[in-house]
């Protein structure tokens, strides 16, 4: 049986928009399979490039809280049950990845830091509640007054104001700052146990230790 669609009254402007898609998705196409043959290793290295900046894409940024101390910035990321944790901490920058709820909800967090850090020093810990980043500053003593590079205001990063002090004018920061960290750990819980830090030179007289234990984290 044939159909006639010619009586079938149809928007002009979708039309257009239907046709212009399509066309644009076949160049596309047409031209991935032309480069394919044409350069199979460049090709490959674009496809990849291509298909990381749709997955980008696809996710959305966790919320996050952050606050400076004197060795470590410490930075929150807000997601309830997350799985597939992912942290990549690199000397200027930190790549944050997960699923987050019952729904997996796809998270992508990546921040140009404002200094450099200890990638090896710098860990994570997950709880039910959030991902805490634990980052060692490259230069122990010197303060962050934001946790970014560039100066722009990121509607999914605030400061941690219940956890923020003005450390650099607190003779007591040392203790204050062990006691403080030792028991957000042992309230926290989480994934494994955790052995209580000596954070930002507690029980130690110089103003600077490399010698600082850092918290059994993932």
Not at 28 to 33: D, E, I, M, Q, R
Not at 90 to 96: A, E, S, V
Not at 118 to 145: F, I, M, Q, Y
């Amino acid at each position: 049986m044939h159909l006639n669609y010619n009586n079938q009254q149809q928007d002009p402007c979708t039309s257009h928009q239907q046709h212009t898609i399509s066309d644009l998705v076949q160049n596309v196409l047409a031209v991935t399979l032309r480069l394919g043959n044409l350069w199979p290793t460049h090709y490959s290295f674009m496809l990849g490039g291509f298909l990381h900046s749709i997955e980008s894409a696809a996710r959305q940024p966790a919320s996050a809280k952050w606050y400076d101390r004197r060795d470590y910035v410490f930075l929150e990321f807000c997601v309830e049950d997350s799985k597939n944790v992912k942290t990549d901490f690199d000397k200027n920058k930190l790549t944050f990845s997960c699923l987050g709820g019952a729904d997996s909800v796809k998270y992508l967090n990546e921040v140009e830091l404002f200094q450099s850090i200890d990638p090896n020093a710098s860990k994570h810990k997950r709880t039910d509640r959030s991902v805490l980043c634990c980052l060692r500053k490259g230069e122990p003593g010197k303060s962050w007054p934001r946790l970014t590079k560039e100066k722009a205001k990121l509607n999914w990063l605030s400061v941690d104001f219940n956890n923020w002090k003005d450390w650099e004018d607190d003779s007591d920061e040392d203790m204050s700052n062990f006691d403080h960290f030792s028991e957000m750990m042992n309230n926290m819980g989480g994934d494994e146990d955790v052995d209580l830090p000596e954070v930002d030179g507690a029980d130690d007289d110089s103003p600077d230790s490399d010698d600082e234990k850092m918290p059994d984290l993932e």
